[in-house]
């Protein structure tokens, strides 16, 4: 019931398309879903996040969509960018502890 | 505001060494907790320490052990080293209770190669 299982392993995008990354979970009581991204070499930023009693939020070019009944979420980037190419990782969990996916390594080609 | 702070940055150990690595959370933030990061098994949590009390524990062997101070900086340390432990070793913090406190941001990490 620990699992997060992350969808494709590696996208690849043209400059200005649409990013798409699911998730799944499997635990109910998870309450917080945040994504990272990470650049080699370097700790996983926070990118944006969102709990179960919102289905959607948007940060600029980055949208949570939040499925409760499914469990499932996705993280949508729109008008990729080549500096958006970063291994993006999403994660749930609560009170202070996050399971994390496996990781989608994204690249946006120019 | 200063970002989470891991200290070494790079380490080189030898099997059956033990090795200690450091934490200084973002000022205020009260719960640390540590994250093992290998390309074969993902980013992996391994404790949580909230006022100098681990709250949760991952799934690791007891050669993994940690502890936070009353300044909330917190260290972890690895007893008779593995190559398997070779990782790159995250420390994220946070405010410590429950809703947006939740809102985790992690450091550069530390990466540990043992030989």
């Known amino acids: 019931q620990q699992q997060v299982k992350q969808s494709p392993q590696s996208l690849i995008v043209q400059k200005g398309g649409i990013s798409i990354i699911n998730c799944a979970y499997e635990?109910?009581?998870?309450?917080?879903f945040p994504w990272y991204q990470q650049f080699p070499g370097k700790g996983p930023a926070l990118l944006i996040a969102i709990r179960p009693d919102v289905s959607e939020k948007k940060e600029g070019r980055f949208t949570i969509s939040f499925n409760k009944s499914a469990k499932q979420f996705s993280l949508h980037i729109m008008d990729s960018q080549p500096g958006d190419s970063a291994t993006y990782f999403c994660?749930?969990?609560?009170?202070?502890?996050?399971?994390f996916g496996a990781g989608t390594r994204l690249a946006v080609h120019p | 505001k200063a970002g989470v702070t891991q200290t070494p940055r790079y380490l080189i150990k030898t099997r059956g060494q033990q090795v200690t690595l450091s934490c200084s959370p973002i000022?205020?933030?009260?719960?640390v907790s540590w994250y093992q990061q290998t390309p074969g098994q993902g980013l992996q949590f391994l404790f949580e320490y909230f006022s100098e009390t681990q709250r949760n524990k991952g799934n690791f062997p007891g050669r993994f052990s940690g502890r936070q101070f009353s300044n909330s900086r917190s260290e972890m340390n690895v007893s008779t080293l593995e190559l398997g432990d070779s990782a790159l070793y995250l420390c994220?913090?946070?405010?410590?209770?429950?809703?947006?406190?939740?809102?985790?941001?992690f450091g550069e990490g530390s990466w540990l190669t043992v030989v």
């Open positions: 635990n109910t009581a998870f309450d917080y």
């Open positions: 994660a749930a969990g609560g009170y202070n502890k996050l399971i």
């Open positions: 994220a913090s946070s405010l410590g209770p429950r809703g947006d406190g939740n809102t985790i941001y």
């Open positions: 000022s205020g933030h009260r719960s």
